[in-house]
């Protein structure tokens, strides 16, 4: 089918390299749970190995159930390649990884997953890569923290709790003449953000949340746009442009060629993977699978179910305050009006007024929403920041990051809205009242 004009609900549906099993005649993508895959005759296996010619060798690199998945996201996403990985951690670590080594540095937005923050700070520290954290409010502050050692941008398109739009294509425009990528996690906005649009470079995803959908499987993914002039800036990248010692001497941004611009993600699959290991079981590929073609479906019932409850909550007279892009202001509202297409994301943050101990009973008085510290699951969920995810932050370090000590963080689901509105409703009304009490 004519797929390049295709839109995103059929593209989740269609997208990619899968049409049918090619001996069976399956329709669903099978859940190839094998390890190796036999070569036709030495000169086959040959020509793989040296990537003459790309097929499956060893599960740890590729899987046909994998690649069902990376190439319809692919096509969904309007990117090049992509690569499927065990966690959204896996996907961010290599995706810079790919780019930078021992000495090098990136610069990244502050506004990070907790998760991402701790292996940028942390884990890649203690690998001599060194991260640099830089207000996005300003875009302008990539560029004051670029040196000669800068590989790559880093930021998440929606962060939460703030809940503003990260300036893309500002930031893109600044690293694109110096060959530096933009480099985005755009798990809170699949479809809602279109990163490649705006100029980013490389996007990842927790699979875990919206993609997935349902709550079952912890994954991740790289989708390289196709779309960076990585040949243009040898000396910016040379992990591209160095011959390879692991892989007899390869260049990267010549050796795939042929293949299209897909130097980056074939050098992160045929190293990082390959050396690392963190390939995403068949299972979960095929659960990522079920859950991407009703993803166009969800994602837009979440954005209405989200505008809704927004809408509630800021009419609500407990609630001193409503995060929400749909009602961002100034240059927040302009970030809000460029970058969402089609709804506002569904997370929707707000402060009670009766402060810390009115979050901590609104979570308990909860009876639909589910309390977890995840996003993006069919369901709706919650969760009071400060006495869960940034705890072990002092109480002037969780204000920095946007968590007042009344902030509830909600990831509003598919289920019918009004329903969430009543078990919001029923617990807002329980959340002051043993503080009012005790206040007579
Ligand atoms: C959950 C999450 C991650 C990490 O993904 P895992 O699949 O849990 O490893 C990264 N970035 C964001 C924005 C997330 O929400």
Same mark, same amino acid.
């Given at each position: 089918?004519?797929?390049?004009?295709?839109?995103?609900?059929?593209?989740?549906?269609?997208?990619?390299?899968? !049409?049918?099993?090619?001996?069976?005649?399956?329709?669903?993508?099978?859940?190839?749970?094998?390890?190796?895959?036999?070569?036709?005759?030495?000169?086959?296996?040959?020509?793989?190995?040296?990537?003459?010619?790309?097929?499956?060798?060893?599960?740890?690199?590729?899987?046909?159930?994998?690649?069902?998945?990376?190439?319809?996201?692919?096509?969904?996403?309007?990117?090049?390649?992509?690569?499927?990985?065990?966690?959204?951690?896996?996907?961010?670590?290599?995706?810079?990884?790919?780019?930078? !080594?021992?000495?090098?540095?990136?610069?990244?937005?502050?506004?990070?997953?907790?998760?991402?923050?701790?292996?940028?700070?942390?884990?890649?520290?203690?690998?001599?890569?060194?991260?640099?954290?830089?207000?996005?409010?300003?875009?302008?502050?990539?560029?004051?923290?670029?040196?000669?050692?800068?590989?790559?941008?880093?930021?998440?398109?929606?962060?939460?709790? /703030?809940?503003?739009?990260?300036? #893309?294509?500002?930031?893109?425009?600044?690293?694109?003449?110096?060959?530096?990528?933009?480099?985005?996690?755009?798990?809170?906005?699949?479809?809602?953000?279109?990163?490649?649009?705006?100029?980013?470079?490389?996007?990842?995803?927790?699979?875990?949340?919206? #993609?997935?959908?349902?709550?079952?499987?912890?994954?991740?993914?790289?989708?390289?746009?196709?779309?960076?002039?990585?040949?243009?800036?040898?000396?910016?990248?040379?992990?591209?442009?160095?011959?390879?010692?692991?892989?007899?001497?390869?260049?990267?941004?010549?050796?795939? /060629?042929?293949?299209?611009?897909?130097?980056?993600? #074939?050098?992160?699959?045929?190293?990082?993977?390959?050396?690392?290991?963190?390939?995403?079981?068949?299972?979960?590929?095929?659960?990522?699978?079920?859950?991407?073609?009703?993803?166009?479906?969800?994602?837009?019932?979440?954005?209405?179910?989200?505008?809704?409850?927004?809408?509630?909550?800021?009419?609500?007279? /407990?609630?001193?305050?409503?995060?929400?892009?749909?009602?961002?202001?100034?240059?927040?509202?302009?970030?809000?009006?460029?970058?969402?297409?089609?709804?506002?994301?569904?997370?929707?943050?707000?402060?009670?007024?009766?402060?810390?101990?009115?979050? !901590?009973?609104?979570?308990?008085?909860?009876?639909?929403?589910?309390?977890?510290?995840? #996003?993006?699951?069919?369901?709706?969920?919650?969760?009071?920041?400060?006495?869960?995810?940034?705890?072990?932050?002092?109480?002037?370090?969780?204000?920095?990051?946007?968590?007042?000590?009344?902030?509830?963080?909600?990831?509003?689901?598919?289920?019918?809205?009004?329903?969430?509105?009543?078990?919001?409703?029923?617990?807002?009304?329980?959340?002051?009242?043993?503080?009012?009490?005790?206040?007579?």
């Amino acid at each position: 089918m004519p797929i390049e004009t295709a839109r995103p609900e059929t593209l989740a549906l269609h997208g990619g390299s899968w !049409r049918a099993d090619p001996t069976t005649g399956a329709v669903a993508v099978p859940i190839y749970q094998t390890t190796s895959y036999q070569f036709q005759d030495t000169g086959h296996a040959e020509r793989l190995f040296a990537l003459e010619e790309l097929g499956h060798i060893y599960t740890r690199v590729s899987n046909p159930t994998q690649e069902a998945l990376e190439t319809r996201l692919a096509a969904l996403e309007g990117g090049a390649a992509a690569l499927a990985v065990s966690s959204g951690q896996a996907a961010s670590a290599y995706a810079l990884l790919n780019l930078a !080594r021992t000495g090098d540095n990136v610069v990244s937005s502050t506004d990070l997953y907790g998760g991402t923050w701790a292996l940028f700070a942390a884990t890649l520290k203690r690998f001599g890569v060194e991260v640099r954290f830089v207000d996005p409010a300003d875009p302008e502050n990539f560029r004051r923290a670029t040196d000669e050692r800068t590989r790559a941008y880093y930021a998440e398109t929606l962060p939460n709790p /703030k809940l503003e739009l990260f300036p #893309i294509q500002e930031v893109a425009d600044i690293g694109r003449p110096l060959g530096i990528p933009l480099i985005v996690d755009n798990t809170a906005a699949p479809l809602t953000v279109r990163p490649f649009e705006h100029g980013a470079a490389v996007v990842v995803y927790s699979a875990t949340k919206y #993609i997935g959908g349902h709550g079952t499987s912890i994954g991740g993914v790289i989708i390289d746009g196709g779309n960076f002039p990585w040949e243009e800036h040898p000396e910016r990248q040379p992990l591209l442009h160095e011959p390879d010692p692991s892989y007899h001497g390869a260049v990267w941004v010549e050796a795939v /060629k042929p293949l299209g611009p897909i130097a980056y993600a #074939i050098r992160a699959r045929v190293t990082l993977l390959r050396d690392l290991g963190a390939a995403v079981a068949p299972f979960n590929a095929f659960q990522f699978i079920q859950g991407l073609e009703t993803l166009p479906l969800r994602i837009r019932q979440h954005n209405e179910n989200a505008i809704k409850v927004a809408e509630f909550l800021k009419a609500h007279p /407990k609630v001193a305050r409503v995060i929400f892009p749909g009602f961002a202001t100034g240059e927040a509202k302009r970030r809000a009006d460029t970058y969402l297409r089609g709804g506002y994301g569904a997370l929707v943050g707000f402060e009670l007024k009766a402060g810390k101990e009115a979050g !901590r009973n609104f979570i308990n008085a909860l009876k639909l929403l589910y309390h977890v510290a995840n #996003i993006g699951d069919a369901r709706s969920l919650a969760i009071h920041p400060a006495t869960t995810t940034h705890s072990q932050l002092t109480g002037e370090e969780q204000l920095a990051t946007g968590v007042t000590p009344g902030y509830v963080r909600l990831s509003v689901g598919i289920e019918h809205p009004d329903d969430i509105i009543t078990d919001l409703a029923q617990a807002l009304e329980a959340s002051d009242v043993e503080l009012l009490a005790a206040a007579e």
